[in-house]
């Protein structure tokens, strides 16, 4: 047993000062786990709750099932019948009745983010980790128990997205115990999330063909994930962060040289790059724009660094590039939902589920080939997949699945790949929960853009062709984003 677990307050003066905590490898000793097992925990909460209900065609299916919205489908209306479920119809309005609330999940997990990094920094790994836990409990509870008497279903869609990022952030503490690999474990981390898309078919299978009553199974789901996560994350994260070795032996010499002074050192500037965690509080600073700053771990010092990154042409095009794949992932679930039987919606769930394989297969090469790779790859597959949906032949709708379910295999995670590799770790938080207010903005107004779209365009073919320009739009962009990554790889 470590000797601080279960602690929720422990300085990096208090961590130096143990023999496990002068090693980054080892750090993680001090509260009880080692690195792997570490590891296991955090790939466990990212398999489970990192993007729960992203597998929109599974839990299509089981809101089907479960009755959801089906009120909605009155008399006189244009209704379609339900596969393989006798006597059940669905209609547009329901349809978009239950996108909305899948748009909800993924648009209120970016809109949480930029709470989820300052709570990761502000409260620490373990406070965060506990609350995300804790919305994703009572979100998926509520989630399972809404009905036409218990019309529950966005607030527990939005519960469900707020606490995934409060769980995600601090799982990255995992990269700090490995520190000539953090590009492996980065994609290890964020693959296990393409990974746990095989749940909710697990999960479909056992409410159609077990008929298992959904709100029972979302339950059990909510006990066996985010209840023991809950217990894990209390004892086992650490109760701020773990530490780079650069920080840790900078730390320890400080705390060398501190008890050889019999007063204090005044002046404060190599205690704020020891104790960054510490110094975040904002306790002695009297700017308005440090404290909100310390809210989100970047010291007064980062701030110059912090305006050029996020003034800089690599931020700006990484969010224009981020809030097109937004746009096209977002039209995607709607319009297959659409367009696509219960059948293809079954090949799409599997599709998004295995394509992990391909982030698994790529990671132990990332550290030496970098992150443009993949953004090339993530646009060039989503491309693939937006043109071949126009068409309408079964084996291009095959096609676009299996495009499509290639681009999942690092959505979001090229983001966070070139984050870590192009800006100062100190801002990177801060610059990922910015990008993913941003996709939460984009996710939360799609459908009601496509209502318009579909109004002023009158086909959903012309809304594709639309979405294909701006696909294309986007290879320039990472074009040009390549060309200036080669210049300048990292922001300094």
């Given at each position: 047993m470590?000797?601080?677990?279960l602690?929720?307050k422990?300085?990096l003066?208090?961590?130096?000062?143990t023999?496990?905590?002068?090693?980054?490898?080892?750090q993680?000793?001090?509260y009880?786990v080692?690195?792997?097992?570490?590891?296991?925990?955090?790939?466990?909460?990212?398999l489970?709750?990192?993007?729960?209900?992203w597998a929109y065609?599974s839990?299509?299916e089981m809101?089907i099932k479960?009755g959801a919205?089906?009120?909605?489908c009155?008399?006189?209306?244009t209704?379609r019948?339900?596969?393989?479920?006798a006597?059940?119809?669905?209609c547009?309005?329901r349809?978009?009745a239950?996108n909305?609330?899948?748009?909800a999940?993924?648009?209120?997990?970016?809109?949480?983010s930029i709470f989820a990094?300052?709570?990761n920094?502000?409260l620490?790994?373990?406070i965060?980790?506990m609350?995300?836990t804790?919305s994703?409990?009572i979100?998926?509870v509520?989630l399972g128990?809404?009905?036409?008497?218990?019309?529950?279903y966005?607030?527990?869609a939005?519960m469900v997205?707020?606490g995934?990022d409060?769980?995600v952030?601090?799982?990255?503490?995992?990269t700090m115990?490995?520190?000539?690999r953090?590009?492996?474990?980065?994609?290890l981390?964020?693959?296990?999330?393409?990974?746990?898309m095989?749940?909710?078919i697990?999960?479909?299978y056992?409410?159609?063909?077990?008929n298992?009553?959904f709100?029972?199974l979302?339950l059990?789901?909510?006990v066996?994930?985010a209840?023991?996560l809950?217990v894990?994350f209390m004892l086992y994260?650490?109760?701020r962060r773990?530490?780079?070795?650069?920080?840790i032996d900078?730390?320890?010499?400080?705390?060398?040289?501190?008890s050889?002074l019999?007063?204090?050192c005044?002046?404060?500037?190599s205690r704020?790059v020891a104790?960054?965690d510490?110094s975040?509080?904002?306790?002695?600073?009297s700017?308005r724009?440090?404290?909100?700053?310390?809210?989100?771990?970047v010291t007064?010092?980062?701030?110059?660094?912090?305006?050029?990154?996020m003034?800089?042409?690599?931020f700006?095009?990484l969010a224009l590039i981020f809030?097109?794949?937004t746009?096209a992932?977002?039209?995607?679930v709607?319009?297959?939902?659409?367009?696509y039987?219960q059948?293809e919606r079954a090949?799409?769930?599997?599709g998004i589920a295995?394509?992990f394989?391909?982030?698994?297969?790529?990671?132990?090469?990332?550290?030496k080939?970098g992150?443009?790779?993949?953004?090339?790859y993530?646009?060039v597959c989503?491309l693939?997949?937006m043109?071949?949906?126009i068409?309408?032949?079964?084996?291009?709708k095959?096609?676009?699945i299996?495009s499509?379910?290639l681009?999942?295999?690092y959505n979001?995670?090229?983001?966070?790949l070139?984050?870590?590799?192009?800006?100062?770790?100190?801002?990177?938080?801060l610059?990922?929960?910015?990008l993913n207010?941003?996709?939460?903005?984009v996710?939360?107004?799609?459908?009601a853009?496509?209502q318009?779209l579909?109004?002023?365009f009158?086909w959903?073919?012309?809304?594709?062709?639309f979405?294909?320009?701006?696909?294309g739009?986007q290879l320039?962009m990472v074009?040009?984003?390549h060309?200036?990554k080669?210049?300048?790889?990292?922001?300094?």
């Open positions: 470590g000797k601080y677990i602690h929720f422990h300085s003066n208090e961590l130096v000062n023999k496990n905590g002068r090693d980054a490898k080892t993680c000793k001090e009880g080692s690195r792997y097992v570490f590891l296991g925990i955090a790939l466990y909460g990212m489970t709750l990192g993007r729960f209900m065609p839990f299509y809101f479960s919205y089906a009120w909605l009155e008399e006189g209306m209704t019948a339900v596969e393989g479920v006597g059940e119809v669905t547009e309005v349809d978009m239950i909305s609330v899948l748009l999940v993924t648009g209120s997990t970016f809109m949480g990094s300052a709570a920094v502000a620490g790994a373990k965060s980790s609350i995300g804790s994703m409990f979100g998926i509520t128990f809404s009905s036409r008497s218990f019309r529950m966005i607030p527990g939005v997205g707020l995934m409060f769980i952030f601090p799982s990255f503490n995992a115990l490995f520190p000539k953090k590009l492996l474990i980065t994609s981390l964020t693959s296990t999330i393409s990974a746990g095989f749940i909710p697990l999960m479909k056992m409410v159609w063909e077990l298992f009553k709100s029972y979302m059990t789901y909510a066996l994930t209840g023991v809950f894990l994260y650490p109760p773990f530490y780079e070795q650069c920080e900078n730390a320890y010499q400080l705390s060398n040289m501190e050889q019999e007063s204090p005044k002046h404060g500037d704020r104790w960054g510490a975040s509080r904002g306790s002695r600073r700017s724009r440090d404290r909100l700053l310390s809210v989100f771990g007064g010092a980062k701030f110059e660094l912090l305006k050029s990154s003034l800089s042409f690599h700006l095009l809030t097109i794949i746009i992932a977002t039209f995607y709607i319009i297959t939902s659409r367009l039987n059948g090949y799409l769930s599997v295995s394509s394989g391909v982030a698994i297969a790529v990671s132990p090469f990332l550290d080939l992150s443009m790779p993949i953004m090339w993530e646009v989503l693939a997949s043109i071949l949906v068409l309408p032949h079964h084996c291009t095959i096609l676009s299996v499509y379910s681009f999942t295999a979001n995670g090229q983001i966070w070139f984050a870590v590799e192009t800006f100062d770790p100190e801002i990177n938080t610059i990922l929960g910015t207010v941003l996709a939460g903005l996710t939360f107004s799609a459908s853009v496509f318009e579909l109004t002023s009158g959903i073919t012309q809304i594709l062709i979405v294909d320009v701006l696909v739009l320039m074009a040009t984003l060309y200036l080669k210049k300048v790889n990292k922001i300094q």
